[in-house]
């Protein structure tokens, strides 16, 4: 049976939702979900555990404590999410510094009654993320959808291809940052996306 109560835990997941015409049965995000604006109507299950006002170097200092202790970045609103009743989670166990740590969603998910299906994606390349909307739309029951979307990202990224073959040369040098202090340079896909869109990453 095709989830119909989504939680996602990860924006990406809240965008993927949404793009498969699913918005409908989303009924929590995260804290940090704002696309399409419409999801800023939902239910926050998350929110952060560091301190707001920091500046770039006391929220590494922060984080790096915490995962040395031990200590949860994330919180998850438990009441809050029982009151929901998903039967889909979607998440990431790819980065705990980038969302709620996998061991404390499936912990969660285990507490539930019924304990809903949770769905990681840990795409690390543009052609997986791609793939984890096939298993987004396959988890909800709507494959059709889910290659309608593939195709029309498939074909925007085309668009892009095309008009950097005729664009000039020399390609300019791109730095992509994550984090200012310390430097913390993109990677995963991003790399290959300032090369679609005609530039070289220098880091």
Known sequence: MAAQRIVTLLPSATEIVCGLGLRSRLVGVTHECDFPSSVNELPRVTRSNIGADLSSAEIDAQVKESLLEQRALYSLDEPLIRELAPDLII????CE?????????????????????????????????????GRVAEATGVVGAGEDYQQQLTKRVETIRKKVKVAPQPR????????????????????????????????
């Open 91 to 94: 998440t990431q166990a790819l």
């Open 97 to 133: 510094v980038c969302a709620v740590a996998a061991n404390e969603v499936e912990a969660l998910a285990a507490r539930l009654s019924p304990p809903p299906p949770i769905l990681n994606l840990e795409p690390m390349s543009l052609s997986e993320v791609f793939e984890t909307i």
């Open 172 to 203: 300019p040098r791109v730095a992509v940052l994550e984090w200012l202090d310390p430097i913390f340079n993109a990677g995963h896909w991003t790399p290959e996306l300032v090369e679609m869109a005609g530039g070289e990453d220098c880091l």
